[in-house]
């Protein structure tokens, strides 16, 4: 029992343990239970507010759809009443189209049946303008046989022109005098006589005796009263020479104040009328230029120097360093003689201006006396001109050389001191150098002495060879400068007394008569040529179409008749380059001999009408004038005939150059520190070939400007002084071409100038 009771109380033990297991086990479910209704109940909430939002979101979308399914059809309505109303109109208009095509239907048909009359014209007027062209085809090959026979001609022309001015002589001296200024009016003149065939006799009124009278004889004489234009009417001629390839100088010589600027500029300010030389001559070159440019194209370029103290100075250089340039001492192939100056391209005569007054202004500043400086140094403005014959490529060069020497007044030795003594010297030095120059050049001396100033060498090659010359001899006629205008006529004369001297030319042995003959004959075929030319001128502008058609052909044809211009006695460059600088360096000096041979057949004719006139003067003079000893016989040296007559019983005195007067000159020279010749280097191995337009540049297209030039020009004279110590710098207008080449490495001269350029 008792085990059974334990038994049992084992049972209840177990069974009581494990009901507190399952009780454990319901607890634990219970929670478990719990914790999954509670994670149902948030699933539910999450899902019951997805529901709801989807449910708003559905509505608002049933709304949106709702609202665009109305618009819809809103759209669709109007839609469907506009293509209505389209509908209509396009109805109407078709119509209208219908209308309009019915009514031109009628017309098209009445076009269609005159239109076929056309055509029947069109076919008739077809045929006679074949006819009409095959008669214009013969009419143009006239013309084109016109044009090139018109081209001819004019080559013609231009020679015998040049052969005219050769023989009126390559040395011209022309004497002007200048009028007593206002308020001089009650002084003595000089000026006894002025003859027409350039007769000047002088006087001094205060000495009067046998010695007081003197003729001299130039090309021509300019009375005081003659006019600006007068005096640039016997010039004119050289200035077309230029464009034909010639170089030609034209310089005034004379003491300060005796009108040399006044010549050679015209006062400042001036008028059209009033213009000098230089003004007139640009003016003429740019004229011509352009009335030329159907056959040739010209480029023109000027380059401006000073000569002070024998030193040369580039006046249109910016550049303040003012470094001394060097001279070529031959005649390069591209005309340039101080290759370092600056060159500056021009287009018309008011270019040239403002470069010269650039250059005026410059020679003033700089200077302790600005005026004196101004007149004792020489200015040298060069006009280089370049032309290429359109036709055969041919290329001329030619430059104009225009010179305002310094004055020549003499300085009182014993008053002359330190710089003055020495500027004076050198002045001296120049113009005697000068007149040694060409009065070697026309005696056919064996040594023409260029080297012996900066001034000849400058000039060197318009001084010589198939150069031509002109000297204004410029005189005061007041009897204060007599001694100068004395000394000035000295000079002249012997200047002038190479070109009339007949000795040279009589030896020749050629006849007066026959180089009178060549003259006129010369004339007579100018003058045929030029009717020629006029004839010939007027089929050639009589059409502008035909005038086309024919230039074309003329240049696309060769012609065979042409020659190259201005043949051998011009700066004619054919082709390319013909003449290499070595080959031109070895011609030198020597021009000079072909040239003397010229001038000796072309100054005799003049010479002895000269000195005929001088007989015939002499008689006629009112002065007592022993002409006995002037032989005028055909075949003798008249100038030395004429300096042999010197008697002391004359009155009249032919004066020449003699070798007194030529040691006054050189003995005040005394100096030695001048320096000589050339600074550059003129080895065959410093030869740079300088270019004054590079050839790759092709000839302008556009013609140049029509020169027009303000009827006042405003000026500067030589004596404006400056207060600023600066140089005038070039505006940008006026663009600098380097006036040489890129030379090759190596070479002291290239590196000078290509530094220059870059
Ligand atoms: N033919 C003339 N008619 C009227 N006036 C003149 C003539 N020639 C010169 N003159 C006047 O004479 C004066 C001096 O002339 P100009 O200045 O030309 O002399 P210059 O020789 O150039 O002197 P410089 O050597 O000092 O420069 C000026 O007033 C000028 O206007």
């Given at each position: 029992?008792?085990?059974?009771?334990?038994?049992?109380?084992?049972?209840?033990?177990?069974?009581?343990?494990?009901?507190?297991?399952?009780?454990?086990?319901?607890?634990?479910?219970?929670?478990?239970?719990?914790?999954?209704?509670?994670?149902?109940?948030?699933?539910?909430?999450?899902?019951?507010?997805?529901?709801?939002?989807?449910?708003?979101?559905?509505?608002?979308?049933?709304?949106?759809?709702?609202?665009?399914?109305?618009?819809?059809?809103?759209?669709?309505?109007?839609?469907?009443?506009?293509?209505?109303?389209?509908?209509?109109?396009?109805?109407?208009?078709?119509?209208?189209?219908?209308?309009?095509?019915?009514?031109?239907?009628?017309?098209?048909?009445?076009?269609?049946?005159?239109?076929?009359?056309?055509?029947?014209?069109?076919?008739?007027?077809?045929?006679?303008?074949?006819?009409?062209?095959?008669?214009?085809?013969?009419?143009?090959?006239?013309?084109?046989?016109?044009?090139?026979?018109?081209?001819?001609?004019?080559?013609?022309?231009?020679?015998?022109?040049?052969?005219?001015?050769?023989?009126?002589g390559n040395i011209r001296v022309y004497c002007r005098?200048?009028?007593?200024?206002?308020?001089?009016?009650?002084?003595?003149?000089?000026?006894?006589?002025?003859?027409?065939?350039g007769?000047?006799?002088?006087?001094?009124?205060?000495?009067?005796?046998?010695?007081?009278?003197?003729?001299?004889?130039f090309n021509k004489v300019f009375?005081?009263?003659?006019?600006?234009?007068?005096v640039?009417?016997d010039t004119?001629?050289l200035?077309?020479?230029?464009?034909?390839?010639?170089?030609v100088c034209i310089f005034a010589y004379g003491?300060?104040?005796?009108?040399k600027?006044?010549t050679m500029?015209?006062?400042?300010?001036?008028?059209?009328?009033?213009?000098?030389v230089?003004?007139?001559?640009?003016?003429?070159?740019?004229?011509?230029?352009?009335?030329?440019?159907?056959?040739?194209?010209?480029?023109?370029?000027?380059?401006?120097?000073?000569?002070?103290?024998?030193?040369?100075?580039?006046?249109?250089?910016?550049?303040?360093?003012?470094?001394?340039?060097?001279?070529?001492?031959?005649?390069?192939?591209?005309?340039?003689?101080?290759?370092?100056?600056?060159?500056?391209?021009?287009?018309?005569?008011?270019?040239?201006?403002?470069?010269?007054?650039?250059?005026?202004?410059?020679?003033?500043?700089?200077?302790?006396?600005?005026?004196?400086?101004?007149?004792?140094?020489?200015?040298?403005?060069?006009?280089?001109?370049?032309?290429?014959?359109?036709?055969?490529?041919?290329?001329?060069?030619?430059?104009?050389h225009l010179v305002d020497l310094?004055?020549s007044?003499?300085?009182?030795?014993?008053?002359?001191?330190?710089?003055?003594?020495?500027?004076?010297?050198?002045?001296?030095?120049?113009l005697?150098?000068l007149g040694?120059v060409i009065f070697?050049l026309a005696?056919?001396?064996?040594?023409?002495?260029?080297?012996?100033?900066?001034l000849?060498?400058?000039l060197?090659?318009s001084l010589?060879?198939?150069a031509k010359t002109l000297m204004f001899v410029q005189l005061?006629?007041?009897?204060?400068?007599?001694?100068?205008?004395?000394?000035t006529l000295?000079f002249a004369e012997r200047v002038s007394g190479v070109e009339?001297?007949?000795?040279?030319?009589?030896?020749?042995?050629?006849?007066?008569?026959?180089?009178?003959?060549?003259?006129?004959?010369?004339?007579?075929?100018?003058?045929?040529?030029?009717?020629?030319?006029?004839?010939?001128?007027?089929?050639?502008?009589?059409?502008?179409?035909?005038?086309?058609?024919?230039?074309?052909?003329?240049?696309?044809?060769?012609?065979?008749?042409?020659?190259?211009?201005?043949?051998?006695?011009?700066?004619?460059?054919?082709?390319?380059?013909?003449?290499?600088?070595?080959?031109?360096?070895?011609?030198?000096?020597?021009?000079?001999?072909?040239?003397?041979?010229?001038?000796?057949?072309?100054?005799?004719?003049?010479?002895?009408?000269?000195?005929?006139?001088?007989?015939?003067?002499?008689?006629?003079?009112?002065?007592?004038?022993?002409?006995?000893?002037?032989?005028?016989?055909?075949?003798?040296?008249?100038?030395?005939?004429?300096?042999?007559?010197?008697?002391?019983?004359?009155?009249?005195?032919?004066?020449?150059?003699?070798?007194?007067?030529?040691?006054?000159?050189?003995?005040?020279?005394?100096?030695?520190?001048?320096?000589?010749?050339?600074?550059?280097?003129?080895?065959?191995?410093?030869?740079?070939?300088?270019?004054?337009?590079?050839?790759?540049?092709?000839?302008?297209?556009?013609?140049?400007?029509?020169?027009?030039?303000?009827?006042?020009?405003?000026?500067?004279?030589?004596?404006?002084?400056?207060?600023?110590?600066?140089?005038?710098?070039?505006?940008?207008?006026?663009?600098?071409?380097?006036?040489?080449?890129?030379?090759?490495?190596?070479?002291?001269?290239?590196?000078?100038?290509?530094?220059?350029?870059?």
């Amino acid at each position: 029992m008792e085990e059974k009771e334990k038994l049992q109380e084992q049972d209840l033990i177990r069974l009581m343990e494990d009901n507190d297991h399952y009780k454990m086990q319901i607890s634990s479910l219970d929670t478990e239970l719990e914790s999954s209704k509670h994670a149902h109940e948030k699933d539910r909430l999450q899902l019951v507010a997805q529901l709801e939002q989807t449910r708003v979101e559905s509505e608002n979308k049933i709304l949106e759809l709702q609202c665009l399914l109305s618009e819809s059809t809103k759209k669709v309505q109007e839609l469907e009443a506009f293509s209505e109303s389209k509908l209509v109109k396009l109805k109407r208009r078709e119509l209208g189209y219908k209308h309009f095509i019915d009514s031109h239907y009628g017309s098209l048909q009445e076009l269609r049946i005159s239109s076929e009359s056309i055509r029947q014209e069109v076919m008739r007027t077809k045929e006679i303008y074949v006819e009409e062209l095959s008669h214009f085809g013969f009419n143009l090959k006239g013309l084109v046989d016109a044009a090139q026979n018109y081209h001819t001609v004019l080559e013609e022309n231009r020679k015998l022109y040049n052969q005219v001015q050769d023989l009126k002589g390559n040395i011209r001296v022309y004497c002007r005098i200048r009028p007593f200024l206002p308020g001089q009016s009650q002084k003595l003149t000089t000026i006894e006589y002025i003859g027409e065939n350039g007769e000047l006799v002088v006087t001094n009124p205060s000495k009067l005796g046998k010695d007081s009278h003197r003729l001299f004889k130039f090309n021509k004489v300019f009375a005081p009263a003659v006019t600006q234009e007068e005096v640039f009417r016997d010039t004119q001629p050289l200035i077309r020479s230029v464009l034909d390839g010639y170089n030609v100088c034209i310089f005034a010589y004379g003491q300060t104040g005796s009108g040399k600027t006044y010549t050679m500029s015209g006062p400042s300010m001036s008028s059209v009328e009033n213009w000098g030389v230089n003004y007139r001559a640009l003016n003429d070159l740019f004229n011509i230029s352009q009335s030329r440019k159907s056959s040739i194209a010209y480029e023109v370029g000027v380059q401006m120097v000073e000569i002070y103290n024998e030193q040369v100075r580039d006046l249109l250089c910016s550049d303040t360093s003012q470094k001394r340039l060097g001279i070529w001492s031959t005649t390069q192939p591209n005309g340039l003689a101080v290759p370092d100056a600056s060159m500056h391209p021009v287009k018309s005569t008011a270019n040239v201006l403002e470069l010269m007054n650039i250059g005026l202004m410059n020679r003033a500043v700089g200077a302790t006396a600005l005026n004196e400086r101004s007149s004792r140094s020489h200015s040298i403005l060069t006009v280089h001109v370049r032309g290429i014959d359109l036709e055969t490529n041919d290329i001329l060069r030619g430059c104009l050389h225009l010179v305002d020497l310094a004055g020549s007044e003499r300085v009182d030795r014993s008053e002359a001191r330190g710089d003055r003594l020495r500027e004076a010297q050198h002045i001296n030095k120049s113009l005697s150098a000068l007149g040694d120059v060409i009065f070697a050049l026309a005696q056919k001396s064996s040594h023409v002495p260029y080297r012996n100033s900066k001034l000849t060498q400058v000039l060197q090659s318009s001084l010589g060879g198939q150069a031509k010359t002109l000297m204004f001899v410029q005189l005061n006629p007041d009897v204060e400068s007599y001694s100068e205008t004395i000394s000035t006529l000295k000079f002249a004369e012997r200047v002038s007394g190479v070109e009339l001297g007949a000795a040279r030319n009589n030896k020749e042995g050629r006849g007066v008569k026959e180089l009178m003959d060549q003259v006129a004959n010369l004339k007579d075929t100018i003058a045929k040529k030029d009717e020629e030319i006029g004839r010939l001128r007027v089929p050639k502008t009589s059409g502008n179409g035909e005038r086309r058609s024919v230039s074309s052909t003329r240049h696309s044809s060769a012609s065979p008749r042409r020659q190259s211009l201005g043949g051998p006695r011009t700066n004619q460059i054919s082709g390319e380059r013909s003449s290499k600088p070595t080959q031109k360096a070895a011609s030198d000096v020597d021009n000079s001999s072909e040239y003397s041979d010229r001038q000796s057949d072309t100054g005799s004719q003049q010479s002895m009408d000269d000195f005929r006139h001088h007989r015939d003067f002499f008689r006629q003079s009112r002065l007592a004038v022993v002409d006995a000893d002037l032989n005028l016989g055909e075949d003798t040296d008249s100038r030395a005939t004429a300096r042999g007559s010197q008697n002391p019983n004359e009155d009249v005195v032919l004066i020449g150059f003699d070798d007194a007067d030529s040691e006054e000159r050189l003995s005040d020279i005394s100096d030695g520190v001048l320096s000589m010749g050339t600074e550059t280097d003129g080895s065959i191995n410093s030869i740079v070939e300088y270019t004054l337009f590079p050839e790759t540049t092709k000839p302008p297209s556009e013609t140049p400007e029509n020169p027009s030039i303000p009827a006042k020009l405003p000026r500067l004279t030589q004596k404006t002084v400056q207060t600023g110590s600066s140089r005038m710098s070039l505006q940008k207008s006026t663009p600098k071409v380097p006036s040489s080449k890129k030379p090759p490495s190596g070479n002291t001269s290239a590196v000078r100038s290509s530094k220059r350029w870059q």
